[in-house]
């Protein structure tokens, strides 16, 4: 769904549950300005439309002992998409993103550490159709993905 097709007060709540989906309707409602039922009909509308897709915590993988992240970008030769599938399917697998440019995908795991790190890249090396693998290790996290609040989305200011 295009963002032009949300009115003000969607975007307004998409900015609003991007930023904090805690509390109830009523208070996110408070701060938007406007009826709870008006609120719960909108939110059920967005997930209706697929724009709003769920709710969850984000999580500090460090603080529950994922000391050990890295980006491992995937050069396939096959069936990509079956590839991509597969190595989505391993537990430490956080996230499988389908890239243009010199690999054809790139997995970012987390694990407890090294050993479990080393199990996890040989896993993917053992899929058919994965030529080679080349790993980043992730340092520090310095802006969470999940703490984006898409610019499209944005309403403007109210004067």
């Known amino acids: ?11 307004r709540i998409v900015e609003e549950l ?9 208070q996110i409602a408070k701060r938007l300005g406007v009826h709870p039922t008006t609120l719960i009909q909108r ?11 769920g709710y ?14 890295a980006m491992v970008h995937i050069y396939v030769e096959g069936d990509i998409l079956e590839i991509q599938k597969k190595v989505t399917d391993i537990e430490q697998v956080i996230s499988v993103f389908d890239v243009t440019g010199e690999y054809d995908s790139i997995a970012w795991v987390a694990c407890g550490g090294r050993e479990e790190f080393s199990d996890v890249v040989k896993s993917i090396l053992a899929i058919k159709g994965v030529k080679k693998t080349n790993t980043s290790v992730i340092l520090n996290i310095v802006k969470d993905p999940m703490l984006f609040v898409p610019h499209v989305l944005r309403a403007e200011p109210e004067e």
């Open 43 to 53: 939110v059920k509308n967005l997930e209706a439309k697929g724009v709003i897709n």
């Open 56 to 69: 969850r915590a984000v999580i500090d993988y460090l603080k529950l002992g994922y000391e050990f992240m």
């Open 1 to 11: 769904m295009p963002a032009e097709t949300l009115d003000d007060l969607d975007k």
């Open 18 to 26: 991007c930023v904090s989906s805690q509390g109830s309707f009523r």
